[in-house]
């Protein structure tokens, strides 16, 4: 069964433009989860979708959205990108309340 | 590429030996928890899980270890390798949803 995967891989943003990540759950897995990394702050979360439905949310500011389509299959965005949006950007999905994390994207703002 | 903390506390322990890995959560509610491994440039990996009713939990090479009392969860890895080298994590899961939250992080080192 394939894993998690996330599109693109890296990806350099300028200042102030938007971006949308992509993310692939492992067949079956209804529940996906976005995550982000950084070195000063450690693992946080996001927020998390089930059948099309935000159904948890972290302290992340506005800028920050997610959707997810009817096959799963979800997508993170983030507009008007700052400097402190630099991060590794995971995506988790999970059938019960085990979560299985995808590579991530690598995101740079310049 | 990096994926951690720069100043994550370090465990070095020698080929063979035992590593055991600590960490002390945050809430008395939480219910379920996740040990992850991560290694330079890939996304977390599930190593082992418990609930909050159990107080160990055994899997190939490694036992995680509850004690509610004083919220700490502890990872066991018997006879540690090269490949066990990684950045450790804790997570705990509060009130049954699916939001996840991360401790900070030890990283493993194994010398040969």
């Known amino acids: 069964k394939a894993g998690v995967t996330q599109t693109p891989r890296y990806l350099i943003k300028t200042r102030g433009q938007q971006v949308t990540l992509s993310c692939s759950p492992i067949?079956?897995?209804?529940?996906v989860s976005w995550y982000q990394q950084t070195p000063g702050q450690g693992l946080q979360f996001l927020f998390e979708y089930f059948s099309e439905t935000q159904r948890n949310k972290g302290n992340f500011p506005g800028r920050f959205s997610g959707r997810q389509f009817s096959n799963s299959r979800s997508e993170m965005n983030v507009s008007t990108l700052e400097l402190g949006d630099s991060a590794l950007y995971l995506c988790a999905s999970s059938m019960g309340y085990e979560q299985y994390f995808g590579p991530g994207t690598r995101l740079t703002v310049t | 590429g990096e994926s951690v903390g720069l100043h994550l506390p370090t465990l070095s322990v020698q080929e063979g030996d035992n590593s055991i890995i600590n960490c002390a959560y945050s809430?008395?509610?939480?219910?379920?928890f996740i040990w992850y491994k991560q290694e330079s440039g890939k996304g977390p990996q599930f190593i082992i899980d418990?609930?909050?009713?159990?107080d160990k939990r055994q899997g190939q090479r490694v036992t995680v270890l509850l004690n509610k009392t004083v919220k700490h969860l502890s990872l066991q890895i018997a006879a540690t390798q090269p490949g066990d080298s990684a950045v450790y994590f804790c997570?705990?899961?509060?009130?049954?949803?699916?939001?996840?939250?991360f401790g900070s992080g030890t990283r493993l080192l194994v010398r040969p």
């Open positions: 997570a705990e899961n509060m009130d049954s949803s699916y939001k996840l939250i």
């Open positions: 809430n008395s509610a939480s219910d379920y």
């Open positions: 067949s079956g897995h209804r529940s």
């Open positions: 418990i609930r909050s009713n159990m």
